[in-house]
């Protein structure tokens, strides 16, 4: 059985639609657990895959931790390194949206798989 409302309570205010926030700003309430969670996520990544490429296909350890040692020489350069791979990832999706209005579809995601294939190429062919 309902109720009827009674006409002389208040009315409660609307409550904001999910992932809308009544006030401005950059920073949403989920932000940051969305930041840390990819944050684990890759680093959950990084483990598994060295660990399955010395573990189980057996490729020296050296080889695989590379990277760590090289930590000190490369940051330098993110500070040119991490805008040039936001340009490239904002210019596929720019250019797959051009794309769409002028009457072809692709998808986004063939087009960022194809730049991050020949970001690795690219990457290993400098080594």
Known sequence: ??????SWAPEAPPTPALGRRSSPGWLAAG??????GLTLDNT?????????LIGVFGFPADLVLAWIGALDDALPYLSIA?????????GGID???S??????E???RDILLVEALATVLTGSAAA
Not at 1 to 6: D, E, L, S, V
Not at 44 to 52: E, P
Not at 82 to 90: D, E, N, R, Y
């Open 95 to 97: 250019n797959t949206e």
């Open 106 to 108: 692709y998808r986004a």
């Open 1 to 6: 059985m309902r109720w009827p409302a009674a």
């Open 99 to 104: 794309a769409l209005a002028s009457g072809d």
């Open 82 to 90: 991490l805008p040039f791979a936001l340009v490239t990832i904002v």
């Open 31 to 36: 932000d940051v657990n969305g930041f840390l």
């Open 44 to 52: 959950t990544n990084l483990v598994i895959l060295a660990s399955l």
